[in-house]
């Protein structure tokens, strides 16, 4: 199985702080990692598809990069909305994997 | 709009079973390959069950294998899981989620992301 480890597991920033979230795969994979956002009591949702796609609807601050085993999720001007909980997750192949999550918090 | 509405979940006994549900709507149910997803309270995402869009292929994590049945009936527009066996650590929020941009060839799935999710269903494993 591919392990999908996030660093860091919390960060505390402020409304109009450059955020960057690191998932690190367990072994080189392709393009087929995929970033989600959580909020409290709510259902995931995709933010950004096969490494660096801004999925429809999604504000152009959140970016995606990386190749091999890191990966990377930018959020480039914290917006109030955006203080949530981050996943990682790869489809290269079954089992599909999730990160453990990072949480971002108000500073 | 596509939505998913999960149903089905409450609280049974270790041993015990359920059926989860997963309502469809708003897109051609029958081309999409379906997931679901659980969350332990206050834990990270778990990949549980996938399925393909016609159901002829279905793919389980190691946690759940030989317990947990995915299966989808597309005249009904609705996605299932039956969970049977159940542990404790069973106890979650359940999601299901709609498959997009992926492909399966020679056995092997890969590529999609989970591109809407329901609200979720509660299963409590209690004694």
């Known amino acids: 199985d591919i392990q999908m480890t996030q660093s860091p597991s919390s960060l505390s920033a402020s409304v109009g702080d450059r955020v960057t979230i690191t998932c690190r795969t367990s072994?080189?994979?392709?393009?087929?990692v995929n970033w989600y956002q959580q909020k409290p009591g709510k259902a995931p949702k995709v933010l950004i598809y096969g490494v660096s796609s801004l999925q429809r609807g999604v504000p152009s601050r959140f970016s995606g990069s990386g190749s091999g085993t890191d990966f990377t999720l930018t959020i480039t001007s914290l917006q109030p909305e955006d203080f949530a909980t981050y996943y990682c997750?790869?489809?290269?192949?079954?089992?599909?994997?999730f990160g453990q999550g990072t949480k971002v918090e108000t500073k | 709009q596509v939505q998913l509405v999960e149903s089905g979940g409450g609280v049974v006994q270790p041993g015990g079973s359920l059926r989860l549900s997963c309502a469809a709507s708003?897109?051609?149910?029958?081309?999409?390959?379906m997931h679901w997803v659980r969350q332990a309270p206050g834990k990270g995402l778990d990949w549980v069950a996938f399925i393909r869009h016609d159901g002829s292929d279905q793919y389980y994590a190691d946690s759940v294998k030989g317990r947990f049945t995915i299966s989808r009936d597309n005249s009904m527009n609705t996605l299932y899981l039956q969970v049977s066996s159940l542990k404790a650590e069973d106890t979650a929020v359940y999601y299901c989620?709609?498959?997009?941009?992926?492909?399966?060839?020679?056995?092997?799935?890969?590529?999609?992301?989970?591109?809407?999710w329901g609200q979720g269903t509660m299963v409590t494993v209690s004694s």
């Open positions: 708003g897109f051609t149910f029958s081309t999409y390959g």
């Open positions: 989620a709609k498959s997009e941009r992926g492909a399966c060839s020679g056995g092997r799935c890969y590529g999609d992301v989970f591109a809407v």
């Open positions: 072994q080189s994979i392709s393009t087929y």
């Open positions: 997750q790869q489809s290269d192949s079954t089992p599909w994997t």
